[in-house]
């Protein structure tokens, strides 16, 4: 395969979890040294042909059971569903890349370089749940992560609304949090792990948001108040409920004004 468009349909049309990780991870990598062509030699196939592992078992949010870290099992559950979100950022970074053409070549190299760092990611994660005695797919996941593709597979404003500068963001509003947790449990490797994961996610996010301006601003759009559009029309309930990380969204790219909207209780 000489073309980056290639490398995301085998990405994402095939199931086998190794040959995903290893295609990314080579994708990348010939990227770097120009060996791959960013033509766009036919449409994208429609976001239904994608193709996912047979586990782990994807349940509605919902059914998917909730332990506490400190419960039996809780950290081992708690890493299992980190994993499976690095696991479809994966497939959410190639889909933005294959979905939505005829944007700069800096679009294309942005989203491979997330979809590499995700799969960095879950893999790392991956060897630390076999310390725990689990693997990924032992446990049942929630499907909703991919639903926000399939909503918004038409448009790549929504896409990089509700993806990058929601989903994603919401990492930055309870990851540090969470790394506090594992520092007083005395779990120096879980707390470093995810202390990992955040640095590289504040960058996904500030990608997300320097893509969102720079298709508002060629569409003639006013950045601020369309986020706003988007998440009404888009987000169930409208918006994300806080509290929000003001400093890390700062450095992600929000504004003041998108943040004193989120905030905004009496909306």
């Not at 990598?29 to 193709?51: Q, T």
């Not at 996010?205 to 893509?211: A, D, K, L, Q």
């Amino acid at each position: 395969m000489d073309n980056l468009f290639d490398y995301a349909e085998a990405c994402l049309h095939n199931a086998d979890i190794a040959e995903k990780l290893a295609l990314t991870h080579e994708a990348k990598a010939r990227f770097c040294r120009g060996e791959l062509s960013l033509a766009s030699l036919r449409p994208p196939a429609d976001i239904g042909r994608i193709l996912f592992p047979a586990q782990p078992q994807l349940l509605p949010p919902r059914l998917v059971p909730n332990r506490k870290l400190t419960q039996s099992g809780g950290v081992g559950a708690f890493f299992h569903a980190i994993a499976h979100i690095e696991f479809m950022a994966v497939y959410l970074a190639w889909d933005i890349l294959y979905r939505f053409r005829g944007l700069p070549d800096a679009f294309y190299q942005d989203w491979l370089t997330v979809a590499d760092e995700e799969a960095q990611h879950f893999e790392l994660i991956c060897q630390h749940l076999a310390g725990l005695g689990l693997a990924y797919g032992d446990l049942s996941a929630h499907g909703g992560l991919w639903d926000h593709a399939k909503d918004t597979a038409g448009d790549v404003l929504a896409r990089l609304a509700l993806v990058p500068r929601c989903m994603e963001a919401r990492g930055l509003d309870v990851t540090p949090g969470i790394i506090s947790k594992f520092k007083q449990m005395g779990d120096s490797a879980s707390a470093a792990l995810l202390g990992r994961i955040l640095a590289d996610e504040v960058g996904h996010v500030e990608r997300g948001s320097y893509w969102f301006k720079w298709c508002c601003l060629q569409q003639g759009l006013d950045p601020e108040s369309h986020y706003q559009q988007m998440l009404k029309q888009y987000y169930q309930g409208g918006r994300p409920k806080g509290p929000f990380n003001r400093e890390m969204r700062i450095i992600a790219g929000f504004s003041d004004t998108e943040l004193d909207w989120l905030e905004d209780s009496s909306q």
